[in-house]
């Protein structure tokens, strides 16, 4: 099975960036449509963007449209998040998946990497 491995989170100031990255480990991510997702404390994880095999054609939840970037490079088997004019409530661990439509396909996790926005 394929194990995501989650990294390059950390601490940012509201209106800065960060670039997360998503590993594969065992398989590999070929052929398949990938999209990151979130979860803020308190909160039900939501799906944030997805992109497919090609990379030509990716989608955005609403709220991070215009602010967001997903990315891959499959000669790496890997998965992307540029974030751009990050806000607070942007604050969550952030995981990648295999995704359907805005669904997640694996119904397991990687650990995720923690995103915090400072005010």
């Known amino acids: 099975q394929v194990q995501p491995v989650e990294s390059g989170g950390g601490l940012v100031q509201a209106g800065g960036s960060l670039r997360l990255s998503c590993a594969a480990s065992g398989r590999t991510f070929s052929g398949y449509v990938m999209g990151w997702f979130r979860q803020a404390p308190g909160k039900e994880r939501e799906f944030v963007a997805r992109i497919s095999w090609s990379g030509g054609i990716t989608y955005y939840a609403d709220s991070v449209k215009g602010r967001f970037t997903i990315s891959r490079d499959n000669a790496k088997n890997t998965v992307y998040l540029q974030m751009n004019s990050l806000k607070p409530e942007d604050t969550a661990v952030y995981y990648c998946?295999?995704?359907?439509?805005?669904?997640?396909?694996?119904?397991?996790w990687g650990q995720g990497t923690q995103v915090t926005v400072s005010s």
């Open positions: 998946n295999r995704v359907v439509s805005t669904t997640p396909v694996y119904n397991y």
